[in-house]
Structures are given as C-alpha cells and as structure tokens.
C-alpha cells in the first residue's frame, strides 16, 4: 500500500474514532443517547459503521488501485497478502484492498437505499392501514400476509426472471419493494393505539383529513420503530445483494460488490482463500454492527423506559 493510500486510512480511523467519541460526550445530555451506550456493543458497532461508511466516502484516497485495474495477469495472479497488497489480488490480478473498499460503496448504497424504499412503502402501507381500518385494513393486511407468506429471495427471483440484465437502479427497488411487509405491520400496530389518542382526536375536531393526520401526527410518533426497523433491515439486505451476486444476478461486473467478489473467488477458494475471505468477512463485521446498533437504539427508543 502507498503512503497516501495508508495516511488516508489512518485519517478514516481517526474520524470514526472522533464520530464515536463526539456521539458519546453529546449522549450526556439524553436519557435515550445514554441508554443506547449502556449497550457495550453498541459502541463497537457504531466505530465498524462510521468507519466503512467513511472509507466508501474515501475511496479514491484509501484504495491505491481502481476497482477493476488488472495489474498484470500473469505474474501478480492470485499473489497472497503483501505489504504492496495488504488483502492479496484475485484471479484478474485486480488488488483485493482496493476492490473491497470501492465495493464497500456500491453495498452499502444498495443497503442503504434498499431499505429507505422498504421503510417508506411499509410505513405508508401500515398508517393508512391502522388509521383506516375496516375494509382498507383488511385488504392491505391480506396483501402483506401474503408478501409474507412468499419467500422474498422467490420474488426476487421471479423478478429477475422476467428482466434480463436487470439495470443496479431497478435491482434496488426491487429488493426494496420485497421488504416492506414487516415494517408495515409494525407501524400499523402502533398506528392502531395512537388513533385513539387525544391530540388526534383534536386534530379530528379541527377538521384535520386522514391524509394530514397521518403525515403530520401520527408518523411522526413512530419514527422510533421504523429507525430500529431499518437499521435491522439494512443488514438482511446485505445480505440478500450479496446471495445475488455471488449467484451472477445481482450487481454486474465489472462493478464491485461484496458479494460478487465472492462469487469470484468461489472457483480459487482452496488455491487464494483470502479473495473470498476480506469480502465475507467485511458482510459479517457490518451486519453485526448494525445488529448491535439496532438492538442499543431498541432499548433507547423504548418510550417505556423513557424514565431511565
């Protein structure tokens, strides 16, 4: 790794380290913030975040390759880790590092955005539903049941079916429009004890619509499940994108991901195992950081708690 590339690094550690800390000192000043760090994972958890997130920001500085620069394909073929390669190269040649942290953008983009579109149709779908009710809750419940009922990899897959070469932009709505049954009916649960509350009743009596009283009362006052929902959310998506690359349908070369770096390693997995290894690994460290911050912002979000 070149100089530049491994100050770079050292500046995203010491970011991280300064989010984590500045969250820390600020979190005196609430009893939700100082519940989320009486979680000792939580920290942890929020170091790993704040840290892939900045080196997908800094991906130009930190790698010392492009993504898909082939170096030279016979003589630094599947190389193990060096100081010029801390991760190794693959079979292309390409430097493992480099192709991990410029992928770490295209995952957690797809997580991220992903998710956004699955929060926002499931909490939608379960206001409407739990301010409703009768027959409009009775038909958009059945319809999630039945998403629910469907294994979304299936559903997916039927998708992918139908559009061959399915453009990144259209993979993630998709994986996004599969993912909103839970959320939906976790909000219109909530929904379902807020509707009888006073300040909607006043809002009734003003002459508030149901539109108007969704939007500016109700959803609102459940943002704490649908944050937790997400944050949970986003590692199930990792995890499904990656189940897709490695199978060839999900992000298509030479744009790396995570998982479709695993997919090529898969065939040099006895001969180079660190080019499937650094990719599986980076899945799990993420998607155990969000656990653990999801769990912690559970706990802190708790309005029963809220005397703690």
């Keep these: 790794m070149n100089p530049r590339a491994a100050f770079a ?87 493992v590092w480099s192709r991990l942290v410029y992928g770490s953008r295209v995952s957690l983009s797809i997580g991220a955005l992903a998710m956004l579109v699955a929060v926002t149709v499931g909490a939608v779908v379960g206001a409407v539903a739990g301010y409703l009710r009768r027959a409009v809750d009775t038909v958009l419940m059945r319809l999630v049941d039945v998403g629910l009922a469907v294994p979304r990899i299936f559903l997916v897959l039927m998708a992918i079916a139908v559009w061959e070469h399915l453009p990144l932009a259209l993979l ?14 976790l909000v219109r649960a909530e929904v379902l004890t807020l509707r009888e509350r006073d300040f909607v009743t006043a809002a009734r009596a003003l002459g508030a619509g149901p539109a108007r009283i969704i939007v500016r009362h109700v959803l609102p006052n459940v943002a704490a499940p649908i944050i937790v929902s997400a944050a949970l959310g986003i590692g199930n998506v990792l995890l499904l994108e990656a189940g897709l690359s490695f199978l060839g349908i999900g992000v298509p070369p030479p744009t790396p991901s995570w998982g479709n770096m695993i997919g090529d390693g898969a065939s040099e997995l006895a001969t180079a195992p660190w080019t499937t290894l650094f990719p599986g690994l980076a899945i799990a460290f993420v998607v155990m950081a969000l656990h653990a911050v999801g769990d912690a912002l559970r706990d802190a979000l708790d309005p029963r708690r809220e005397t703690a």
Aim: proline share 8%.
């Design 9 to 95: 690094l050292l500046g995203v550690l010491a970011l991280a380290f300064i989010v984590v800390e500045e969250t820390r000192r600020r979190a005196s000043r609430s009893a939700a913030a100082r519940r989320f760090f009486r979680h000792p994972p939580a920290a942890w958890g929020l170091f790993l975040l704040s840290f892939v997130v900045a080196l997908a920001l800094a991906a130009p500085w930190v790698a010392p390759y492009g993504p898909s620069v082939t170096l030279e394909i016979v003589a630094l073929k599947n190389q193990p880790p060096s100081l010029l390669h801390p991760l190794g190269t693959d079979l292309y040649s390409r430097d």
């Design 172 to 185: 993630v709505l998709l994986i996004g429009l599969t993912g909103w049954f839970g959320t939906s009916r």
